[in-house]
Antibody, heavy 120, light 107 residues
Framework: QVQLQESGPGLVKPSETLSLTCGVS????????WSWIRQPPGKELEWIGN???????DYNPSLKSRVTLSIDPSKNQFSLKLTSVTAADTAVYYC??????????????WGQGVLVTVSS | DIQMTQSPSILSASIGDAVNITCRAS??????LAWYQQKPGKAPKLLMY???TLENGIPSRFSGGGSGPDFSLTISSLQPDDFATYYC?????????FGQGTRLDFK
């Protein structure tokens, strides 16, 4: 079974860049599309974007101007960068596997999540 | 963006009850709908996809149905482990969007 683990700073200053990495184990990174999803404290889930091992991406238009997803198949990991963060970007950030082909869209493996707080 | 509206927001029920959670899509999503269960401090867990396909390992007391714009998640006989928050998600078109959640509480 695929396992995912987010890593990165838990505290980011306003206007700086949030950077997270997701390590994939138990499966090949070329077997699926990969997602980043976030959840502000006490709120609903928000899809940030997807990336495929080829580097192909899809982003949420509400964040597109500030988000970059990248992938490193040689390390079986993918990453999120979110620039110019504000307090509104404080959330638990999840990386996840979202399938491929017929199952593309079902988010079936999730990391445990990492709380990122934006504060000076 | 496609808005997903869940009802009710909070549902109180007892062990053994049958419960139904509804999700309404603001536009057509065909059958590209998934349901997730989330417990406090944990990542969501996939229950159902393509409206009514049960994810591997999920008990058969969970079932999904419906067609646009209304979809449903039914739990036929509540077990203690089922008290959690449930989210629907459409993946018919980008951006993928989630409902606001339904919290299932013990009555």
């Amino acid at each position: 079974q695929v396992q995912l683990q987010e890593s990165g700073p838990g505290l980011v200053k306003p206007s700086e860049t949030l950077s997270l990495t997701c390590g994939v184990s138990g499966g090949s990174i070329s077997s699926s599309y990969w997602s980043w999803i976030r959840q502000p404290p006490g709120k609903e889930l928000e899809w940030i974007g997807n990336i495929y091992y080829t580097g192909s991406t899809d982003y949420n238009p509400s964040l597109k101007s500030r988000v970059t997803l990248s992938i490193d198949p040689s390390k079986n990991q993918f990453s999120l960068k979110l620039t110019s963060v504000t307090a509104a970007d404080t959330a638990v950030y999840y990386c996840a596997s979202c399938g491929s082909g017929y199952t593309y869209g079902r988010i079936h493996f999730w990391g445990q999540g990492v709380l990122v707080t934006v504060s000076s | 963006d496609i808005q997903m509206t869940q009802s009710p927001s909070i549902l109180s029920a007892s062990i053994g009850d049958a419960v139904n959670i509804t999700c309404r899509a603001s536009e057509s999503i065909s059958s590209w709908l998934a349901w997730y269960q989330q417990k406090p401090g944990k990542a969501p867990k996939l229950l159902m996809y393509k409206t009514s396909t049960l994810e591997n390992g999920i008990p058969s007391r969970f079932s999904g149905g419906g067609s646009g714009p209304d979809f449903s998640l039914t739990i036929s006989s509540l077990q203690p482990d089922d008290f959690a928050t449930y989210y629907c998600q459409q993946y018919n078109s980008f951006p993928w969007t989630f409902g606001q959640g339904t919290r299932l509480d013990f009555k």
